[in-house]
């Protein structure tokens, strides 16, 4: 046999690239790297991707398969992204069939072609509906309706179905309806050019203060090459507007910008803001799309249609045809990190793409990460300061509540609750913050002390009274409450600590007469219910806001003028190293919530540990001084940003399997491990997990190039190893979570 072989990377899990023939009647050597290729694979056939031909195959050639079909005449993944990805299955040291796969939109993994839609239609206002939406009153009893109206208003270009999705839970129908009445029609298609004229008719931009100027000018005076800016600004300090400058220099030159944001932090508000002030079609893509939607947003990108594309994490390998400007923002978001499969980290993705492309990479943020930091501190990554926030209204105080000894009304201190009634009394908005949904996280016996222990994890179920069920909140097992206890038969069950669902009962006790808003994920599960929410309180007035990290990130409150961090103790005390900087994080994101220039925000955090250093260094000095004094632990502790890790993982129906294969991988790491040093195997610190035990491996060098040069060798004979198949494994490169 004779005659280049095809080398094709297939989505399975196993870490090898496959050999195969290619097909009949394909001459192998006009094929171009990143083709899809139908291949069998067992008893089955996937899609895999072409990596590069070769003249000889790795296993005897009369053991070679024959590929089914090639799919692509032009490679669905582009150079660039082949280059992403490439660079991504090497440093993440995963199988390349999943990491290509990940690049891809699942139709397209599905074996889709990859061309574009026919186009979707406009929809405009019609005269009618213009009047209806001045009338005004017709509309009181449908604001879905009104919203969409109001949407098309802005753009007399029209909008697609797509463009409207995010007005109401069904765009297709609230549109049916609306074409019913007579108010919108699809636009004929000359009308569909963007209309010049739309950008006057809509917000002009602010002039910029002299700490936003002077960062737009530091990045656009270099668009042309690589370089890595941490954009450190509080909240409200102008971070967007100082993209969205950037990204007007990026599409005056013809370029496209990526926009990378947690999911929770695509928050319609943002995206208008984009539309408002940006030409053209925006591509965006996020969780919430559909596969079509989703190919299509692709599609727009990939063909230069989308100037400006904004996604969630795996948006860092949507495809552009002019790449120019790639933002990161809220670039310390831990959503960032895949946590499973292929775990990749967008943020240090996006960087890599940046390098690769040569272009200028934003990474923004109030409180960034410490390794961006780090960074910034050796040089790598240039600081651009926003110290205040625009129109002078200032950060927000903080005030340690310190709760030792104080007498506490279901977790909340008798001054804590002045204060809140003082915001009330004054028709104020008060957000109470606790990062943990439900009644309370455990139910127990008053008699014998029994626990409502989950039968699968180790771990407590979380008492949820108004659906009158325990929940694991790690498995998702979950059952009706018991009515006596378990073991001892008494009726004396009692919740303990507390939850945002008895935050919110104690609350109404408290103030009956005030509204309560709680947003979490039980109370937005209902498509439309946190826009429903979130609008009620932008309404203003008086009314209490209770949430967990939903509510921490992208929204503003104005009318919020008192912050109070229920339960700041768990973070501070966590057992990941990095919880304090989490901690930090997310009482700065909280605060940033509240007050505006004229109504100034106080934020009050209630903790058994008031002089916690770090916690002090925060309140009194700020997250700057705070990162500083955490990056001064973590060298004291040679823990990361100053060190490198992996985390070898595995699990098992029994303890001892997960702990064999580990043990097996430290044997084989043992002779090469050279400046590497192996912690474990020990068991994970939740050991079972729906029903499997967890343990876990921590390798940690001082060098990145020393870990993987580590890695590079050992990955390979971890593969090779005839492991227990009843043992899952993963290895996780910068693991962000140690368990
Ligand atoms: P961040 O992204 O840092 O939270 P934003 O860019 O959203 O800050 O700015 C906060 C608010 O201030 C927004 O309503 C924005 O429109 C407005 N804003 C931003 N820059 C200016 C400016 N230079 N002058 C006036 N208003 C501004
Ligand atoms: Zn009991
Ligand atoms: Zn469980």
New binding site residues.
Partial sequence: MSGPILRVAVPSPLYRIFDYLPPDNQDPNTLKPGVRVRVPFGRRQLIGFLLETAERAEVAPDALKKAHAVLDAEPVLSADIFALVDWARRYYHHSAGEVFAAALPVLLRQGEPATAPVKAPRWGLTATGQAALAGGALLRRAPAQQALLDRLAHHPEGLSLEALRDVGRDSAALVRALRGKGWVEPLAPQAQQPDPTSKSAGVSPPALNADQAAAVAAVAADLDRFQVFLLEGVTGSGKTEVYLRLIEAVLARGRQALVLAPEIGLTPQLLDRFRERLPGPLAVLHSGLNDRERLNAWLLARDGIAQVVVGTRSAVFAPLREPGLIVVDEEHDPSFKQQEGFRYHARDLAVIRGQQLGIPVILGSATPALESRHNVQRGRYRLLNLPERVGGGSEPPIEILDLRRQPLTEGLSRPLLERIGAHLARDEQVLLFLNRRGYAPVLF??????LSQCRHCDARMTLHLRQHRLICHHCGDQRPVDAA??????A??RPLGQGTERLENVLRREFPEVEISRIDRDSTRRRGSLESLLAAVRAGGRRLLIGTQMLAKGHHFPDVTLVGIVDADQGLYGIDFRASERMAQLILQVAGRAGRSDKPGTVIIQTHQPDHPLLRVLVTRGYPAFAEAALAERLAALLPPFACQALLRAEAAEADQATAFLKLGLALAEPIAEGVELLGPAPAPMERRAGRYRAQLLLQASHRQTLHRFLDLWTPQLWAQRADRRVRWSLDVDPMELY
């Fill in positions: 016996c008053h008699e014998c002390g029994w206890c378990p073991l001892c038969e008494s004396d069950l």
